[in-house]
């Protein structure tokens, strides 16, 4: 009977141990959300308040679960938050430009390819080996200058530019990357103007 009663203990004692560590670092979850400057840093860090807060939900002692509940709800919703609604969320709409961008790498270079091969610059996609385009891009067109442009077709850039355009000779040939109307904040690096 003791035994048993001493084993009790040891399992309060664990379950007490790890409630209190989830929430420590729930609390530090909360400072990164609040302190970080990075939007990235911010959702990691509520996404780990929510997460800890979880814990003694399930596992921590009737008198420590409504501290975790309440971390879990304000991650939950601090998560929530930060994301935005699906559209319109920046970090969203600045991820979907990059990904386009880094498509487009991809056909600049194989434009570039075609071109030291050729000697001329590709009419369409079907002169070049590369992955289709991306659902966020309306359309791919490419001048008779070697410029590549992409229509977006996600708001609120929808219908806006990026224009790759090649400068140099047929050995060492650059790429120019503008983004047209879009907004600065949604650009990446390498075609915001400089």
Same mark, same amino acid.
């Given at each position: 009977?003791?035994?048993?009663?001493?084993?009790?203990?040891?399992?309060?004692?664990?379950?007490?141990?790890?409630?209190?560590?989830?929430?420590?670092?729930?609390?530090?979850?909360?400072?990164?959300?609040?302190?970080?400057?990075?939007?990235?840093?911010?959702?990691?860090?509520?996404?780990?308040?929510?997460?800890?807060?979880?814990?003694?939900? +399930?596992?921590?002692?009737?008198?420590?679960?409504?501290?975790?509940?309440?971390?879990? /709800? +304000?991650?939950?919703?601090?998560?929530?938050?930060?994301?935005?609604?699906?559209?319109?969320?920046?970090?969203?709409?600045?991820?979907?430009?990059?990904?386009?961008?880094?498509?487009?790498?991809?056909?600049?270079?194989?434009?570039?390819?075609?071109?030291?091969?050729?000697?001329?610059?590709?009419?369409?996609?079907?002169?070049?080996?590369?992955?289709? !385009?991306?659902?966020?891009?309306?359309? +791919?067109?490419?001048?008779?200058?070697?410029?590549?442009?992409? /229509?977006?077709?996600?708001?609120?850039? !929808?219908?806006?530019?990026?224009?790759?355009?090649?400068?140099?000779?047929?050995?060492?040939?650059?790429?120019?990357?503008?983004?047209?109307?879009?907004?600065?904040?949604?650009?990446?690096?390498?075609?915001?103007?400089?």
């Amino acid at each position: 009977m003791a035994e048993q009663e001493q084993q009790e203990g040891t399992s309060f004692k664990v379950r007490r141990s790890l409630t209190q560590l989830s929430l420590a670092f729930a609390v530090i979850g909360l400072i990164a959300g609040v302190a970080v400057m990075s939007p990235d840093g911010r959702f990691a860090g509520l996404a780990l308040m929510a997460l800890c807060g979880a814990v003694p939900l +399930v596992i921590g002692p009737s008198n420590l679960r409504k501290y975790g509940a309440f971390a879990a /709800v +304000v991650g939950t919703i601090g998560v929530i938050l930060l994301a935005g609604s699906g559209e319109s969320s920046p970090y969203r709409n600045k991820a979907r430009t990059q990904a386009v961008y880094d498509v487009a790498v991809q056909y600049c270079e194989a434009s570039a390819a075609y071109r030291l091969r050729a000697k001329s610059w590709p009419a369409g996609v079907a002169d070049l080996n590369v992955p289709k !385009k991306p659902r966020t891009v309306t359309s +791919v067109s490419f001048g008779a200058d070697g410029s590549i442009t992409f /229509v977006l077709s996600f708001p609120p850039v !929808k219908d806006s530019t990026l224009v790759f355009t090649p400068s140099g000779g047929n050995a060492a040939i650059t790429w120019t990357c503008r983004g047209g109307s879009i907004p600065e904040a949604y650009l990446p690096a390498a075609c915001r103007e400089r």
